[in-house]
């Protein structure tokens, strides 16, 4: 009986544990999904760095860098930030959430992730250079990021990393071929000390982990490489099999943008490209973006297209099927500028960059204009 009561006694402390770790345990609503596509995988010989940015924000706009940056670079954000970029080395770069951790980076006035990132692809040209600078930032104590670490990854012509990180624990992991996938879960050797996530925040991370690896696995099944459709697909899925006990999938109601960042392994300062969507991504077009653009569609920067598609989103739900004409124009537009890029190739070959770049610019400002017609 003495030994009965003692159960009971623990079992009674463990609950309660368990109870006040979820009574603190909020709607996660400020999460991402993000993938890295090592180029063994891709139809083209490229590889891709994935992300799908789940935030508050409906302020999303595509940015090009001033014109006093140490490094040309294109991204994509809010109000100014940059949540996911590429510059003209193909340095490739995203950020998710972490988890609840030990040694929170939550000292108000250091940099940001998005202030870091962009210090990465304004600096780095590689990825292995990127990790080192990270890693620096996070030494000398300059990283702000609330009560949770952060997931970085880095992706260049060559490799990937990566970088899970708290204020005082830095890990990362290489990648040269393959995929990686994260949600908002550390996965990096020696980072699940580090954690002080919920039961219910872990299980909608491994959720939407396995809605990824599901997506990409079924993508090799089938042609055995992995497309950029098939990301844009992946980047759009909305539910969980029924009697899931998680409901979110990768793409949520607080999904606000999305892109695809391609680096073309041959020529990545003229070749590659970003594909970005403006807005909720089941409510917009992906579009190309070079990494040698020279301007912009204006309804891409000054909220128009980011406004119409919320405004779709309010009016038809998460759950609204896609139009059929807009995933066939996705699907003619990656191929019209995939011809493109082939032929700028060979202008490239000629020692003809100019001419490359004006060919990429002026295919890509047509895909702009007509998904305008389409969009706004």
Known sequence: MKNFRSLLLLASI???????????????????????????????????????????????TVYLSPANSPRKWIASGNDGHTTMGMNASGLAVVMNSGERCINPPNVKGK????????????????????????????????????????????????????????????TFQKYTNGYAVRANSWQNQGMQRCSRSSVHGYLNSAARLCVAYSGLNAAIDKSGKITLLDSFELSRHFQMPEKSSEKRSVCFKNTNSSADLEIDR??????????????????????????CAEKLHPAMSDLKWSAAAWQRFNKLGLAAPIP?????????????????????????????????????????????????????
């Open 266 to 291: 041959q020529y990545p300062g003229v070749l590659s490209t970003g594909y970005f969507t403006i807005g909720h991504p089941r409510h917009t077009l992906y579009v190309p973006v070079p990494v």
């Open 324 to 376: 059929e004409k807009w995933l066939n124009f996705e699907k003619e537009s990656v191929a019209r500028y995939a011809e493109a890029k082939e032929k700028a190739r060979k202008l490239l070959n000629q020692n003809k960059r100019a001419e490359a770049v004006k060919l990429l610019n002026t295919t890509a400002e047509n895909i702009w204009k007509k998904a305008a017609d389409i969009l706004l």
């Open 111 to 170: 940099k940001g992730t998005p202030a870091m990132l962009r210090t990465v692809i304004e600096s780095c040209d590689t990825a292995a250079q990127g990790v080192a600078k990270l890693k620096q930032l996070v030494n000398a104590g300059d990283y702000s990021h609330g009560e949770k670490g952060s997931i970085f990854f880095l992706l260049d012509s060559k490799e990937g990393y990566v970088c899970e990180m708290t204020a005082k624990d830095f």
């Open 14 to 60: 463990f609950c309660c544990g368990l109870a006040t770790a979820f009574k603190n345990d909020p709607e996660l609503d400020h999460e991402c999904t993000s993938w890295m596509i090592m180029h063994d995988l891709t139809k083209n010989n490229t590889n891709i760095l994935h992300k799908n940015r789940d935030a508050m924000s409906r302020k999303i």
